[in-house]
């Protein structure tokens, strides 16, 4: 079987802070993936910023409206004349997809007058694909690597520290707020010791790969989720040819964030044969079901079917935002990660509302023995919501705590769409990653035996910045990010795990996590108590969509090669499962 080996180098803070100065010009953060051209556009009074030099080829034009007026995107040319559908509010983005040909094309805004001050520019596309910093990288033959990841240099102003949130009054309800209370890391950081990562290739051939699974039972197998509803086996570096189990026919994928989710094997896989998935079930307009099956009696490389027993269902008003995520909590609780239902901006209020599932981390009880598909953990944070009525000598914490309608299945909200999170094997520490709206995306973090109740701000906040990102002044409502990131460097968090490998042991109970859009990894790691650092380990060419551990700590990612609006999730170009292994070290 043939290996790929993929990584970039990582660029250095300084450069990053560089490309944030010179905001002024055109910014080359658009990648070039398989399949389709990405490429980035800032329309400003009266400015348009973006290559003029691209490939042919699919095309997609991720554009943000980062002036105060509104604007619009205009192709024309080669026998094109397409713009945005509606004219985007400052602070909105929109995608326009169009097939283009070689040739020049014109590029203006077509709001009122705005191409005549200035919004105008010629494009050029071209029939080579682009050589440079940004360029796709092929493969092929002997295996190979592409040897120029190096380890980060320091920034010359590291970019750590407080972030400054203006506080406003206290939500009603809501908790207390204030300074955030560590620091928060940002990209520009320095971990200790010198990790270097590469990406290397374990199999290819996969329909929308969106996340891998090892199940506790010592085979060393891999259960890769295609996102149209199927579950394959890896299985010693090779990809069986028949699934370990088929919902295609059960699952809604029309939409990209719509699909199988994920697989969960129970901590005692090995003795009981149980597993739970996460999907977006057809028949219910994709609404999301969590169903328990059991493994076959006679074949462990397939599922039972017939086994199938529904543990929740959650109505879903939207195809975005669904999370996805299922994982076992050292406390051997199923843990269940809920997006706030989708459109944009928790039109439902979702985040902060404990009386829905969603925008929240749901904890429950799948081990109960009472014939009910689950129980509520004693020690949840929202139990409590029958009780006395007592009026005096109670302290106003305790009144506080009184939420009579919240969900007992909560334990901790204020979450926008938490499709990955992690708990470290060794520690049992919580890594909670949330995609964030238009500008930031946030990393959380809850050590072992905390958390419970915990609220995390959406849609109040993004990150420590305020939601909608206009407002001058807001609350910095609950328990604030450890690490954050602007959409200058990604658009998509994707939590990968906490390395407990052995090939990288500068890694070790580092967090990694990556980017769907930039394909870009970061590491993070409190540097010393209360002071966490992040520093970029490579910057790939892969569209990063889930990840996995394997039972030796050897941290894996899926890839896809998938947009949205595009075809049939059996149309797309194939997705691979991928490695993370140790940086070749550089020649000389």
């Known amino acids: 079987m043939e290996t790929r080996r993929v ?168 908790p207390e707020t204030g300074q955030v209370p560590w620091t928060v890391a940002t990209p520009g950081g320095m971990l200790p010791g010198e990790p270097a990562i590469a990406l290397e290739e374990v199999v290819s051939g996969l329909i929308d790969p969106v996340n891998v699974v090892a199940p506790p039972d010592g085979t060393d197998r891999l259960f890769v989720v295609e996102r149209p509803g199927r579950i394959r086996i890896v299985e010693n570096g090779e990809l069986l040819d028949e699934p370990f189990l088929d919902l295609v026919g059960s699952t809604l994928s029309a939409f990209l964030e719509q699909g199988l989710y994920d697989i969960e094997f129970h901590p005692d896989y090995a003795t009981n044969g149980r597993f739970f998935v996460h999907f977006a079930e057809l028949l219910r307009n994709g609404d999301s079901l969590i169903v328990e099956y059991t493994v076959s009696d006679d074949d462990p490389n397939v599922a039972d079917p017939e086994s199938a027993r529904v543990i929740m269902h959650i109505e879903q008003p939207w195809a975005n935002h669904n999370g996805g995520e299922l994982a076992f909590g050292p406390d051997g609780y199923l843990y269940i990660g809920s997006g706030d239902g989708g459109w944009e901006g928790d039109p439902l209020e979702a985040g902060q509302d404990l009386r829905t599932l969603l925008g929240k981390l749901l904890r429950i009880d799948v081990d109960n023995e009472d014939g009910r598909p689950y129980a509520i953990p004693p020690t949840n944070p929202f139990t409590a919501t029958v009780q006395l009525v007592e009026l005096f000598g109670i302290p106003e914490q305790e009144f506080a705590n009184i939420h009579v309608n919240a969900r007992p299945e909560i334990w901790a909200y204020g979450l926008r769409n938490p499709w990955k999170f992690q708990f470290d094997p060794e520690t049992g520490d919580l890594w909670l990653p949330d995609v964030g709206q238009n500008v930031w995306e946030e990393i959380n973090y809850q050590p072992n035996g905390s958390g419970a109740g915990a609220n995390y701000g959406w849609d109040w906040n993004m990150g420590t910045h305020c939601f909608p990102i206009e407002r001058e002044e807001c609350p910095l409502v609950g328990v604030p990010p450890v690490a954050e990131y602007s959409h200058d460097l990604g658009s998509t968090v994707i939590g990968i795990g906490v390395y407990r490998g052995t090939e990288i042991p500068d890694l070790d109970g580092v967090y990694l996590v990556g980017d769907y859009g930039s394909g870009r990894i970061w590491g993070i790691a409190e540097v010393e108590e209360g002071e966490w650092v992040m520093q970029e380990l490579a910057d790939t060419e892969v569209m990063i969509t889930g990840s996995g551990q394997a039972e030796d700590g050897t941290l894996y990612i899926t890839s896809c090669n998938c947009v949205y609006n595009g075809p049939d999730p059996f149309a797309n170009p194939p997705g691979s499962l991928w490695r993370i292994v140790a940086a070749d070290e550089p020649e000389g």
């Open 7 to 174: 990584q970039r180098l990582g660029r250095a803070a300084v450069v990053v802070a560089a490309l944030l100065v010179v905001a002024a010009v055109a910014f080359p953060i658009s990648a070039t993936m398989r399949g389709a051209n990405f490429i980035d556009v800032e329309l400003e009074e009266y400015v348009i910023r973006m290559p003029e030099e691209i490939p042919a080829g699919e095309t997609v034009f991720m554009v943000r409206n980062v002036g105060s007026e509104l604007h619009n995107l205009r192709i024309e040319g080669q026998g094109i004349d397409v713009s945005l559908p509606t004219d985007l509010e400052p602070g909105e983005s929109g995608r326009l997809e169009v097939d283009l040909e070689p040739g020049t094309y014109e590029v203006t805004c077509p709001v009122l007058s705005h191409a005549a001050l200035g919004m105008r520019l010629e494009l050029t596309v071209t029939e080579e694909m682009q050589i440079g910093p940004t360029a796709t990288v092929t493969v092929t033959g002997t295996p190979a690597r592409v040897p120029t990841a190096t380890p980060m240099e320091p920034a010359a102003t590291p970019s750590l520290g407080r972030t400054p949130v203006a506080p406003g009054p206290t939500p009603p309800g809501l």
